[in-house]
């Protein structure tokens, strides 16, 4: 059975925060949709989450700190952003998911799927819904 080694959230311009398993309060993604498609002899699959909900524990992550490719940011910070495009799961046996976060383009603030987003701190846990 393969089990979650850590997630990486990534970020529209590829910034990414990796968050180990014993980090993570919950993960639930619901409604995931496939594409495949074969471009220039390459095999493409395509997996979109409908809806995602990651609940990490507040005292493990709160300060976290990035360096990004325009600022440095706490992880609270960076995720007020909005502009996560996908989780990418790493798994016991060596293989790698990566599920998209509803998103059709355009501008991120605008989007209405990906950006009903839920920042919670209850001091305990933070909690990222999409």
């Given at each position: 059975?393969?089990?979650?080694?850590?997630?990486?959230?990534?970020?529209?311009?590829?910034?990414?925060?990796?968050?180990?398993?014993?980090?993570?309060?919950?993960?639930?993604?619901?409604?995931?949709?496939?594409?495949?498609?074969?471009?220039?002899?390459?095999?493409?699959?395509?997996?979109?989450?409908?809806?995602c909900?990651?609940?990490?524990?507040?005292?493990?992550?709160?300060?976290?700190?990035?360096?990004?490719?325009?600022?440095?940011?706490?992880?609270?910070?960076?995720?007020?952003?909005?502009?996560?495009?996908?989780?990418?799961?790493?798994?016991?046996?060596?293989?790698?998911?990566?599920?998209?976060?509803p998103?059709?383009?355009?501008?991120?603030?605008?989007?209405?799927?990906?950006h009903?987003?839920?920042?919670?701190?209850?001091?305990?846990?933070?909690?990222?819904?999409?």
């Amino acid at each position: 059975m393969k089990d979650l080694v850590k997630l990486d959230i990534v970020f529209e311009n590829c910034d990414f925060i990796t968050i180990e398993k014993d980090n993570i309060h919950n993960f639930f993604i619901t409604d995931i949709t496939e594409r495949i498609s074969l471009v220039s002899n390459a095999l493409l699959v395509y997996k979109k989450a409908g809806t995602c909900h990651l609940t990490l524990k507040w005292d493990n992550v709160k300060n976290f700190f990035m360096q990004f490719v325009d600022d440095s940011k706490t992880l609270e910070n960076r995720i007020k952003i909005k502009d996560i495009t996908n989780y990418h799961l790493h798994l016991t046996d060596g293989s790698e998911l990566v599920i998209y976060v509803p998103w059709e383009g355009g501008d991120y603030t605008n989007s209405k799927e990906i950006h009903e987003e839920v920042l919670q701190n209850d001091r305990e846990f933070f909690t990222i819904n999409h």
